[in-house]
C-alpha cells in the first residue's frame, strides 16, 4: 500500500483530505505539527506538508525531511501565493500546490510523485 504522511494543522481541510486520499487507497498518517514528523515518516514515500503550521513551519520541517531522507517526495500544499513562498518550498519540495486546490489535482500529482520513486527504485532492464 502506498503511504502518505500528511502535515497539516487545519482539521476541516486534513480530514476531508486524508478521507478522499484513503478512499483512493492511500495509508496517511496525519500529523498536526511539524514537530513529530521525523519519527512519523516510517514507510512513507510522500510527505504532503503545510506550511503554515504551530511550532516548526512547514519550510523547515521540509528540509530537515529531505536532508535525512533525500528520496522521500515533498508536496508543499499552502495557501501562501507569493512567489518567494513558492522559490522557497521548490528549493527542496518536489511541488507546490495552492490551497484552494482540487481533490483530482492533488491525487494526480501524487501518484506523480509515486511514479517518480518507483521509477528511481526500479532497477529493470
Known amino acids: 500500500m502506498k503511504e502518505i504522511l500528511y502535515i497539516e494543522d487545519d482539521m476541516e481541510i486534513g480530514s476531508i483530505v486524508k478521507e478522499d486520499l484513503e478512499q483512493r487507497g492511500y495509508l496517511v498518517r496525519w500529523l498536526t ?3 513529530k ?3 512519523a515518516l516510517e514507510d512513507a514515500e510522500v510527505v504532503i506538508l503545510d506550511v ?4 516548526l ?3 523547515t520541517v521540509g528540509q530537515r525531511l529531505k536532508r535525512n531522507h533525500p528520496n522521500v517526495s515533498i508536496l508543499m500544499l499552502s495557501a501562501r501565493t507569493a512567489v518567494d513562498d513558492k522559490l ?3 528549493q527542496f519540495a518536489d511541488d507546490y500546490v495552492i490551497k484552494p486546490f482540487h481533490p483530482e ?3 494526480a500529482r501524487i501518484e506523480v510523485l509515486f511514479r517518480r520513486n518507483q521509477s528511481r527504485t526500479c532497477f529493470c532492464e
Open 88 to 90: 522557497q518550498g521548490l
Open 105 to 107: 489535482e492533488l491525487a
Open 37 to 39: 514528523a521525523e519519527e
Open 52 to 55: 503554515m503550521l504551530p511550532g
Open 33 to 35: 505539527s511539524g514537530e
Open 57 to 59: 513551519d512547514g519550510f
